[in-house]
């Protein structure tokens, strides 16, 4: 059974940064394209960055420069290290992963077969 775990959320002021964690298990990662999506009070879950198996990666606009994607096949992790943190970032942070060996750049949600619960980031002004 695939079980994806996010963790490192929390409330921080705008400009700071943080680190989001993915720890997969029930898979095998290095196969699978890893992503983050984001949902705010009262909006639709949007894309955010994904990592492919290889080694491919891309972010969405509104965080380019600003978040970086990483993953450690090693350690089943996938990361999001987010920099220059806005209010509007505010939003519960959402794992997912896609697989094994899709093909493409994956946007959407209906990309992604497996979905962790969530991790809550707050920026604050």
């Known amino acids: 059974q695939v079980h994806l775990v996010e963790s490192g959320g929390g409330l921080v002021q705008a400009g700071g940064s943080l680190t989001l964690s993915c720890a997969a298990s029930?898979?095998?990662?290095?196969?699978?394209?890893m992503g983050w999506f984001r949902q705010a009070p009262g909006k639709e879950r949007e894309f955010v960055a994904t990592?492919?198996?290889?080694?491919?990666?891309t972010n969405a606009h509104s965080v380019k420069g600003r978040f970086i994607i990483t993953r450690d096949n090693a350690k089943n992790t996938v990361y999001l290290h987010m920099n220059s943190l806005k209010p509007e970032d505010t939003a519960v942070y959402y794992c997912?992963?896609?697989?094994?060996?899709?093909?493409?750049?994956?946007?959407?949600?209906?990309?992604?077969?497996?979905w962790g619960q969530g991790t809550q980031v707050t920026v604050s002004s």
């Open positions: 997912s992963a896609a697989g094994p060996y899709s093909r493409g750049t994956l946007l959407r949600e209906d990309d992604y077969n497996y």
């Open positions: 029930g898979l095998a990662f290095s196969s699978f394209t």
């Open positions: 990592s492919s198996w290889s080694s491919s990666w």
